[in-house]
Antibody, heavy 114, light 110 residues
Framework: QVQLVQSGTEVKKPGASVKVSCKAS????????IHWVRQAPGQGLEWMGW????????KYAKNLQGRVTMNWDTSINTAYVEMSSLRSDDTAVFYC???????WGQGTLVTVSS | QSVLTQPPSASGTPGQRVSISCSGS????????VHWYQQLPGTAPKLLIY???QRPSGVPDRFSGSKSGTSASLAIRGLQSEDEADYYC???????????FGGGTKLTVL
């Protein structure tokens, strides 16, 4: 069965970087882009971008360009999102989802606090 | 301020039919399809409707979607207590060159 399993909770200080992973199983990893979406506490969903695990191509949300990087490792069927220069308002649950939006990871809480 | 506009809340009693609207513009709903997601408290969103009116396997036919022009709607008939959740619409936006979401609608089953 298709599964996306994400890495665990992160606590970072302002100005630091964070890297979250998303391990895929149950399907051919390179057949589907991976979306990254974040959700601040009590807020709505915000698309961060996607990565194409077949080509390595990426597209980032315009408001996050320069602070977010997505990459992948096909040898372990894992996609990553890295965000730099973290601020307190970056505190959010990060989700990965398959291109067709039909399967989502369980979410990773990233807390930015001094 | 979300690019797609949804009412912040909706409510209904068990068995009722409720509808949640999603309003956009020519750069998103006017040219691209809409998806709907259900998010139960503390869980990841779940795809409920894709490409305006298609249900993934396993989603009850009590849930239906429609779109006309730059507006879309999610309807839930035969409301049940387990439908109490947040609902989000989403679409590709050609101007922003990215996916955009509605602000979400909190559905309460009275």
């Amino acid at each position: 069965q298709v599964q996306l399993v994400q890495s665990g909770t992160e606590v970072k200080k302002p100005g630091a970087s964070v890297k979250v992973s998303c391990k895929a199983s149950g399907y051919t990893f390179t057949d589907f882009y991976i979306h990254w979406v974040r959700q601040a506490p009590g807020q709505g969903l915000e698309w961060m971008g996607w990565i194409n695990p077949k080509s390595g191509g990426t597209k980032y949300a315009k408001n996050l360009q320069g602070r977010v990087t997505m990459n992948w490792d096909t040898s372990i069927n894992t996609a990553y999102v890295e965000m730099s220069s973290l601020r307190s308002d970056d505190t959010a649950v990060f989700y990965c989802a398959r291109r067709t939006w039909d399967f989502w990871g369980q979410g990773t809480l990233v807390t930015v606090s001094s | 301020q979300s690019v797609l506009t949804q009412p912040p809340s909706a409510s209904g009693t068990p068995g009722q039919r409720v509808s949640i609207s999603c309003s956009g513009s020519n750069s998103n709903l006017g040219r691209n399809t809409v998806h709907w997601y259900q998010q139960l408290p503390g869980t990841a969103p779940k795809l409920l409707i894709y490409r305006d009116d298609q249900r993934p396997s396993g989603v009850p036919d009590r849930f239906s979607g429609s779109k006309s022009g730059t507006s879309a709607s999610l309807a839930i008939r035969g409301l049940q207590s387990e439908d109490e959740a947040d609902y989000y619409c989403a679409s590709w936006d050609d101007s922003l060159d990215g996916w955009v979401f509605g602000g979400g609608t909190k559905l309460t089953v009275l």
